[in-house]
Structures are given as structure tokens and as C-alpha cells.
């Protein structure tokens, strides 16, 4: 079963419930991690760029969207429906670039019982 699709920002859901708008990071979207001085690796990640671009994106808004709560990434894996590969890379990228932070002391268990990393969206506590 597929993940239920939002409505646009603004636009009411099925449920009468509005989409909250989330202000997404333009730097989201054009740049992907490769080993620098290799050619294959560059090639890989300039095929990958759209795509890694539109999980990131929708990785961003899930953790976002689950405000004070946070996310883990397997929170996040379930949400979206997403393989654990794709999703656990795209909240490394998100963590490196400081779009999402974690803090140590806050682990939640995952569906495998196992403890876990806490997301939240932003630069984190000064």
C-alpha cells in the first residue's frame, strides 16, 4: 500500500485538515555527495541528482512536518514508504548540510525494537 499523497499547501485534504506549509532549503536540490577525483563517482551522483533531490525533499518535509515530535529515520522509512538505502542516505545529507538535527541524549526504538536517532528539522539549539 502506497503512502496517502498530501494536497498542495493550503489546499484542504479529504478530511478537511490544511497542509501546513514548509519552507523548503533551495540547497536541497542541487548538490550530491561524490568521491572527489573520481570520475565514475561523479558520473554516479550526477545521474542520481533528481532523484536524491526529490527524496530529499520529501524526506525534509516528513521530519519538518513532525515538528516538536521529531523523527527517526525508520519513522521516516515508514511514513514515506521508502527503502531504508535511500532514506537513511537522504537524512545523512540532510544532517551533514544542516538542515536537520539530532541530539544524543534523545533515542527512540525503531520497528525492530532497536534504539535510534531523533531528527528534527532546522540548525538545532545554539
Known amino acids: 500500500m502506497s503512502p496517502r499523497r498530501r494536497p498542495p499547501d493550503g489546499m484542504a485534504d479529504l478530511f478537511g485538515a490544511e497542509t501546513p506549509k514548509v519552507e523548503i532549503p533551495a540547497a536541497l536540490f542541487d548538490t550530491l555527495p ?3 577525483g573520481s570520475d565514475t563517482s561523479k558520473a554516479a551522483a550526477d545521474s542520481m541528482i533528481k532523484l536524491a533531490g526529490h527524496w530529499r525533499r520529501r524526506v525534509y518535509e516528513c521530519i519538518a512536518l513532525a515538528g516538536a515530535a521529531g523523527m527517526t ?3 521516516v522509512e515508514a511514513k514515506l514508504g521508502g527503502k531504508h ?3 537513511s542516505a537522504r537524512v545523512r545529507e540532510l544532517a551533514k548540510g544542516g538542515h536537520i538535527y539530532f541530539d544524543q541524549k534523545v533515542r527512540r526504538l525503531t520497528r525492530s525494537r ?3 536517532r531523533v531528527y528534527w528539522a532546522g540548525k538545532g539549539p545554539k
Open 34 to 36: 561524490y568521491v572527489k
Open 73 to 75: 529515520c525508520d519513522e
Open 114 to 116: 532497536r534504539s535510534a
Open 85 to 87: 538505502q535511500n532514506i
